[in-house]
């Protein structure tokens, strides 16, 4: 089973742009759907984005559409979000998550593997 660590958060103004990645411990990496999640106060999580283990389809909330990116590199073990266009309202903790499934969940009920999170702020 993989680890995963988030990494890349931070403050940012609106309209500014952030990276997150997420490290993965494992050798079978490559074999999981990926995904990313967030939870801002008061809220219940929600699903941003997520890619297929092979990198060949990707999903976004419609929320995320066209401003944010999910890549993943398998040789180094790696999930990346790049956000742009930030808005106040994508502040959040955002969770990287892990599916071994070749079907790409966008249910957080879909992973049972999750990072620590890593905090998104957006100032207006």
């Not at 079978?28 to 990198?55: D, H, L, N």
């Not at 180094?76 to 903790?93: I, S, W």
């Not at 070749?102 to 620590?116: D, E």
Request: charge should be positive; aromatic fraction near 12%.
């Amino acid at each position: 089973q993989v680890q995963l660590v988030e990494s890349g958060g931070g403050l940012v103004q609106a309209g500014g742009s952030l990276r997150l990645s997420c490290a993965a411990s494992g050798r079978t990496f490559s074999t999981y759907a990926m995904g990313w999640f967030r939870q801002a106060p008061g809220k219940e999580r929600e699903f941003v984005a997520a890619i297929r283990w092979t990198g060949s389809s990707t999903y976004y909330a419609d929320s995320v559409k066209g401003r944010f990116t999910i890549s993943r590199e398998n040789a180094k073990n790696t999930v990346y979000l790049q956000m742009n266009g930030l808005k106040p309202e994508d502040t959040a903790v955002y969770y990287c998550a892990a599916a071994h499934t070749s079907v790409v969940p966008t249910s957080l009920y879909g992973y049972n593997v999750w990072g620590q999170g890593t905090q998104v702020t957006v100032s207006s």
